[in-house]
């Protein structure tokens, strides 16, 4: 079965840091857009980042930029995202899910097809 599978999440302290990776079972990440998403209880999936599938372009949620940063390894057939200074407000499962749609796209949900199931992150004192 093509799926995603996401690791790195847990519980930190409000300040510390995580790193998520995504990587591809039997599927490649290559050339495909790759986004993070994020869903705190009773609340609506959001976007938190996303990257281009050379790289080179990178968008983050106003709420994330300057602590989060994603990054790719195509080599590697992964994606990261590192997550510093965080906050009780990041908790949530957070998500990787590949597409081929615009930029302008990249943080929306509907334009991705294949989706992980998920790894928890716990901001808490």
């Known amino acids: 079965q093509i799926q995603l599978v996401e690791s790195g999440g847990g519980l930190v302290q409000p300040g510390g840091s995580l790193r998520l990776s995504c990587a591809g079972s039997?599927?490649?990440?290559?050339?495909?857009?790759i986004g993070w998403f994020r869903q705190a209880p009773g609340k609506e999936r959001e976007g938190v980042s996303c990257?281009?599938?050379?790289?080179?372009?990178?968008y983050y949620i106003d709420s994330v930029q300057g602590r989060f940063t994603i990054s790719r390894d195509n080599a590697k057939n992964i994606v990261t995202l590192q997550m510093n200074s965080l906050k009780p407000e990041d908790t949530g499962v957070y998500y990787c899910?590949?597409?081929?749609?615009?930029?302008?796209?990249?943080?929306?949900?509907?334009?991705?097809?294949?989706w992980g199931q998920g790894t928890q992150v716990t901001v808490s004192s």
């Open positions: 990257i281009s599938g050379d790289g080179l372009r990178t």
């Open positions: 899910a590949r597409s081929f749609a615009s930029d302008y796209m990249c943080l929306r949900a509907s334009a991705y097809d294949v």
């Open positions: 039997e599927l490649t990440l290559n050339y495909y857009k």
